[in-house]
């Protein structure tokens, strides 16, 4: 079946570094890939898509892209700031039933 | 903001009682569903729906029922909580194109906090 696997967290950094969280899958077929983020206290809002092989995905500064060949999607930023603070939650959709599978998130910790 | 809206958004019941959870959307979105998140695991699916009296089961779905009579509404039924219930309830709705299309992504209601004591 379908499953996403993100790294574990938390992670913590200190504001302006580069961040990167990996997230790689399983699936039959060639699904759309997603990035969602939560904020403290809220639900899951979209932040980036890619939906086929070498798209990226971009927004907010963060950046995301389909590889194919190593079944990846890691997101990463350049500069992070204390509001990106939140859980980042890699995801895909496969054509089946239009329901996304979500990885397990991975909460991001930005220190002034 | 999507048209989504849940309630409540905080609850406390006791267990053994009956709790309704309702999801509310203005966007005439085909697809609803109904995720529990617990730390730990992440988001799981417990119901979805695809149309108008058409639901099937996710992942997590014992204890849980649903109906969904018009379009807009998506409830959730926990038909005698336990404390193991106790948990953020999201709704997400999403489209699909006219050529079910899947790119788009869902979009999530802000959670109903319940706490089964």
């Known amino acids: 079946g379908n499953s996403v696997t993100q790294m574990e967290g938390p992670v913590t950094l200190s504001e302006e570094a580069f961040l990167t969280i990996n997230c790689t899958y399983t699936a039959t077929g060639y699904p759309s890939l997603f990035w969602y983020v939560q904020y403290p206290g809220e639900g899951l809002q979209l932040l980036l898509k890619?939906?086929?092989?070498?798209d990226k995905g971009s927004n907010k500064g963060f950046e995301a892209t389909y590889r194919k060949e190593t079944t990846s999607f890691h997101l990463e930023k350049g500069s992070v700031q204390v509001s990106d603070s939140a859980v980042y939650f890699c995801?895909?959709?496969?054509?089946?039933?239009?329901?996304?599978?979500f990885g397990g998130g991975t909460r991001l910790m930005v220190k002034p | 903001d999507a048209g989504i809206t849940q309630s409540p958004r905080h609850k406390v019941t006791e267990t053994g009682t009956p709790v309704t959870l309702r999801c509310h959307q203005t966007e005439n979105h085909r697809y609803m569903y109904w995720y529990r998140q617990d730390p730990g695991h992440g988001l799981r699916l417990i119901h979805y729906?695809?149309?108008?009296?058409?639901?099937d089961k996710g992942e997590v779905s014992d204890g849980y029922s649903v109906s969904r009579s018009k379009t807009e509404d998506f409830l959730l039924t926990l038909e005698s909580a336990t404390s193991s219930q106790t948990s953020v309830y999201f709704c997400?709705?999403?489209?699909?194109?006219?050529?079910?299309?899947?790119?788009?992504?869902?979009?999530f209601g802000s959670g109903t906090r319940l706490t089964v004591v």
């Open positions: 890619a939906t086929k092989a070498d």
């Open positions: 729906s695809y149309g108008v009296k058409d639901t």
């Open positions: 997400a709705i999403s489209e699909t194109g006219r050529r079910g299309n899947i790119n788009y992504g869902y979009t």
């Open positions: 995801a895909l959709r496969y054509n089946a039933g239009n329901m996304l599978t």
